[in-house]
């Protein structure tokens, strides 16, 4: 039986190069964030760069759907195994950093959307 949610990334992000990758991530990151979470570790670590570039991006700007979103999808990463993704660890400090550093900048209303700036917390603290 083929799981569809890895045969959809794989079929949207299967063979891209980075650069192909990011032009589609960053049309809707709200919907393809859902694709690093549950494409291969392998695919992942060579994916993960395009979520790091979007949210470094000025198009993240007021962005609170997909900053939110990237959050719960890495949460879910570390929640079922991150043994297989810890080569990218570094780049998860860096993005954990950046949104803690520029919270304000992404206009994320806590009534709506909880403390995501305190999930960023406690994902750089797993990624260690």
């Known amino acids: 039986m083929?799981?569809?949610?890895?045969?959809?990334?794989?079929?949207?992000?299967g063979n891209k190069t980075l650069e192909e990758a990011y032009n589609l991530f960053?049309?809707?990151?709200l919907c393809y964030q859902e694709?690093?979470?549950?494409?291969?570790?392998?695919?992942?670590?060579?994916?993960?760069?395009?979520?790091?570039?979007?949210?470094?991006?000025e198009n993240a700007k007021g962005a609170c759907d997909a900053v939110s979103s990237i959050a719960t999808m890495?949460?879910?990463?570390?929640?079922?195994?991150?043994?297989?993704?810890?080569?990218v660890f570094p780049d998860?400090?860096?993005?954990?950093?950046?949104?803690?550093?520029h919270y304000e900048l992404?206009?994320?209303n806590a009534?709506?959307?909880g403390d995501v700036k305190g999930k960023y917390v406690a994902l750089k603290q797993l990624a260690i």
């Open 35 to 57: 694709d690093l979470m549950w494409m291969g570790d392998k695919a992942f670590v060579f994916y993960f760069p395009i979520a790091l570039r979007f949210i470094l991006s």
């Open 74 to 87: 890495l949460e879910f990463r570390f929640e079922y195994g991150a043994a297989g993704i810890k080569e």
């Open 26 to 29: 960053d049309t809707n990151p």
């Open 106 to 108: 992404f206009d994320i």
């Open 2 to 13: 083929v799981d569809l949610d890895i045969a959809t990334a794989w079929k949207r992000f």
């Open 92 to 101: 998860i400090r860096s993005l954990c950093d950046y949104v803690i550093s």
């Open 111 to 113: 009534e709506i959307y």
